[in-house]
């Protein structure tokens, strides 16, 4: 019996999932999941218990969707190369054949990339053939360079947006994405029968045993829930969908609500790409922001924040030195100051900044915080404190749901003024204005930072002398920091 695996990494979902369904048409429906976890991962320093268990109930849903139709999830908890080798032994001892083919969609951080040549090599060599196809980014790394010239990627985002522009009306792209318009078709008809359609045809117990594999995913999820404090999000590909669906309606609005921190102007969708419950594809697809003619301005700008986040996955693929070092290597050794006591007051949200804080609350409280406001936040810590970005970026990857190497990196190296195509140091966000500007009722702060209910609109973004007791005053002055940080963005090396 010929058969394939498939192995699932950041792409739990099986609508719209192109290396799967390579795999599935290959095997007549006889194609098998794997996910494999290392347990080091665990003892990672930016590891977040709120993200893992979000991760690992979405992994539950997948295992649940694949076995209602008609296939299976094993859930191993040991690296890929040991959990391979392990499995393979266990087929050759039930005198059962290897699988044909091992398919994975193709991902873009330097671990994944080393991880997964060496994988290729391993399964070469086992005489298993693998096909890769890409998933979370529409036009990958390798696809996009200035002119003919395949040795010069983009490092500005209004060109390389251009360009990607100009790909995603070419017809290979296009194909792309009307081939994510089945998986939603597929989604919609489990809406409508409450179980997804029998499409499998193979199951682990038909190979092997599964007892030491069995209950290890509920577990980890068990254990790992005593350490989660906040809320979590609904998971899944269709949980996905259904949030696409409600921003499908605000979306008209999106170019003025975005801002709006107390609006639910954003897609939210964020925490679904991170673990591939759904793409960018399929959001283009649903929306329809790849058909001919001119956007609304609300479906273009909410399309340039689509193409924002391919371009850092870019960066990160061609400069893969950002993931622990300045892009702009003239900025890499920037004399921070560091403070510990600052730092932990930005964390908990006590700056006696009414908008920094209220980010910082929400942050916590959450595992998520709008996008405008972590801009927000970013600056002030980097250019009111002094603060070295890469704590941010840690401390960020320590509790956003969304937490993702790549666009994370990119977001915190644009406010600190050191990556590719960054705010420039010398525009320094002053959070007063900021937060006039975008909370200009206090709506925001007052939901986050309740000892300012009281205030009136006015007061609430400087309290000043209306400050109530239980509430700090400003740790520092801004405009005598923003002097300091331009004396040391503009010091010489």
């Avoid at 399964?123 to 003919?148: A, M, W």
């Avoid at 269709?238 to 949030?243: D, N, Q």
């Avoid at 929306?287 to 003619?293: H, I, S, T, W």
Wanted: hydrophobic content about 35%.
């Amino acid at each position: 019996m010929q058969y394939g695996i498939h192995w699932f990494r950041r792409d739990l979902r099986v609508a719209g999932n192109p290396a799967l369904q390579a795999n599935w048409k290959a095997h007549q429906g006889k194609v098998l999941g794997v996910f494999c976890f290392d347990k080091k991962f665990l003892s990672r320093s930016d590891f977040s218990p709120s993200r893992f268990q979000f991760f690992l109930k979405t992994l539950e849903a997948l295992q649940k969707e694949l076995r209602e139709a008609g296939g299976d999830l094993l859930f191993m908890d040991v690296g890929p190369e040991k959990a391979f080798e392990t499995l393979f032994e266990k087929l050759k001892a039930g005198k059962k054949t290897l699988p044909s083919q091992i398919s994975w969609n193709r991902d873009y951080e330097p671990f994944a990339r080393n991880r997964d040549e060496k994988m290729a090599q391993w399964f070469e060599n086992q005489g298993v053939s693998c096909s890769t196809d890409r998933d979370h980014c529409l036009i990958e790394p390798h696809e996009i360079f200035k002119g003919e010239d395949t040795a010069s990627s983009y490092q500005v985002y209004s060109p390389f947006s251009r360009k990607w522009m100009e790909f995603l009306k070419t017809p290979g792209i296009r194909a792309r994405v009307e081939n994510q318009k089945k998986g939603i078709k597929y989604l919609r008809a489990w809406a409508k029968t409450g179980k997804p359609e029998r499409i499998f045809s193979l199951t682990w117990k038909e190979l092997l045993s599964l007892r030491e594999w069995e209950g290890i995913l509920e577990e980890y999820c068990k254990e790992n829930a005593k350490r989660v404090t906040i809320p979590l999000p609904e998971v899944g590909n269709w949980a996905a969908l259904e949030r696409l669906l409600i921003f499908k309606k605000a979306i008209q609005n999106y170019g003025t609500d975005r801002d709006i921190p107390s609006l639910d102007g954003t897609s939210k969708l964020s925490h679904y790409f991170k673990n591939g419950s759904l793409t960018g594809a399929q959001v283009i697809a649903e929306l329809d922001l790849d058909r001919p003619g001119k956007l609304k301005e609300g479906e273009e700008k909410f399309l340039k924040e689509i193409i924002w986040r391919e371009f850092y996955y870019h960066i990160l693929w061609h400069f893969p030195r950002v993931e622990n070092t300045a892009f702009l290597e003239k900025f890499e050794n920037l004399k921070w100051e560091n403070s510990e006591k600052f730092f932990q007051a930005w964390k908990e949200g006590l700056t006696g900044y009414p908008i920094v804080d209220a980010g910082m609350r929400q942050l916590a409280e959450t595992g998520w915080m709008h996008n405008r406001v972590r801009m927000i936040v970013a600056s002030f810590l980097t250019k009111d404190l002094l603060i070295d970005w890469k704590w941010g970026e840690k401390y960020f990857m320590e509790v956003l749901l969304d937490g993702d190497l790549a666009p994370n990196n990119g977001g915190w190296q644009w406010a600190a003024s050191t990556g590719c195509d960054p705010q420039p140091y010398f525009r320094i966000f002053n959070p007063y204005l900021q937060s006039k500007r975008f909370d200009p009722e206090g709506t925001y702060i007052r939901k986050f930072v309740p000892e300012l209910k009281g205030l009136t609109n006015k007061e609430i973004h400087e309290p000043g002398l209306s400050r109530p007791k239980n509430y700090p005053a400003p740790i520092v002055e801004h405009s005598v920091q923003r002097e300091k940080a331009l004396k040391m963005y503009g010091a010489k090396p």
